[in-house]
């Protein structure tokens, strides 16, 4: 039957490089997580032959099994683990046919759609139970809000995993070095900001702004009043007079695609962008075939150290978050649980598996594996955390890739050593934070659980949703056809996950 059902699922495309970073704010310390216990606490014994472990992680560049973290893992906590990851393009198609062959991993780090889609089908074992016994650590440092986000009908099929907090992760990076040349000055407003793409394409006979995949530009969807929190299980849901509606129903968001059209037909935007992967869009940056793109903070050494290789006089600069039609400014951030961390239903061995989840946070495991020894990979001034580098960067580039939950009070603490590792990336993500500050726009469902109507639809939609975009952008379908699209996405369960969100956001917001 589970096979049978995920050889029919809908797959979307699903951005892997915004994950690193996003995540909740809520503070640990919780008690009642899932329900209070007299549990043994799990110690590693260093005497017991343990199980040997193979994990599915997300995409990365990196072979995780090389790492310096991985091997810390094993040695502290006694299992050997080997880890496999998901491919940069369709990974939700890989990890559908793994699980149609019940591939024996024992634990996989899964994105909030991917964990609600298996928890729904049945895929996922309900770890209740198994937490209550041997998770004395998970419950003292997850806090009760993350568990009740992962949540399905009453029972736990995950470890939900926040991060460092309400973070915005990209902004518009521009070649400053080509607007000095031609006399622009920083664009604040939408039209601005199509006077400036002109202006450069026009005399650099470069696209303006190369993008990929996604129809969905975080830093122009704001002007039109569509605040869309992209990478989160329910991506898309805005408070409009109390009630959530989905961005797709918003009359603006006819408005923010004839504007792309018309960025498309004239030729300033990237007219492959249906087509391009995100390494192909930093690319085009760090080549010299475009003057814009929309980057995330954490890839900004990479961009910056590229482009320089090339063009070694080249300079980069943030733009400023535009104002929308209303003078004000929004910007779009990410909190909450970032990943869930779910056991297959068909794995061996799965009290063991949450004894080494639970393991990896132990105080003193979950700090090293996060930013390494101090004096060797950090130092702490006036209590906060400072990377010694080159060795963090050699050791703990990667380390986030490898957590399966955090400690909620201290990780947001730790997770600042990271910022700090490269100057690039630490300017780049002050500036972000600092220039979105008091107007960052969260998704109202951050912490809700994964509401079932949308853990079943929400794939299959977002791919409509996004397939459809791409045609009435590079003009392959009229715009005209916009209500045609609306009704079938409520036909095919729009209607039913916004039914969904609101009973959910009726009984639970603030």
Known sequence: MLKKYLTVLSITTLAAALSACGGGNEPAGSTTVPSTSTSPTAVASTNATKPEFKALLQYARFDPNAEVVAKFLNEKTGYKVTYDMLPVENPDDKLNLLMANKEQYAFMLLTGPQYSKLASSGALEPIDELVNKYGTNMKNVISQNSWNGAKLNGKIYGIPQTGSGTVVNSSLIVR???????????PTTRDELYTVMKTIKEKKNVMAISGGKSPLLPEILPTFGLTMVQSTLTTGWQDVNGKLVNAVENPNMKSYLTFMKKLYSEKLIDQEWSLNQANKVIENFTSGKAAIISNGYFNAPTVQNALLKNTPNAKIAALPYLKGDDGKVQVMATAGISYYVGIPKWADKKE?????????????????????KEGVHHKVENGNYFPILPIFNDQYNNASSFLTGVDEKNYPIYWQARVRKDPILTDAFNKNQEAAKGSTVVDPLSFAPPLEAIGKNNQKLQKLMEDTYLKYITGAEPLENYDKFLAQWKAEGGDEMTKAANEWYAANKK
Not at 176 to 186: A, F, H, N, S, V
Not at 352 to 372: Q, R, S
């Open 352 to 372: 063991e598996i949450i004894k080494y989840l639970d393991l990896k946070l132990d105080k003193e495991i979950h700090k090293e594996a996060t930013i390494g």
């Open 176 to 186: 400053q070095d080509w607007m000095d040349e031609l006399g622009l000055k920083p």
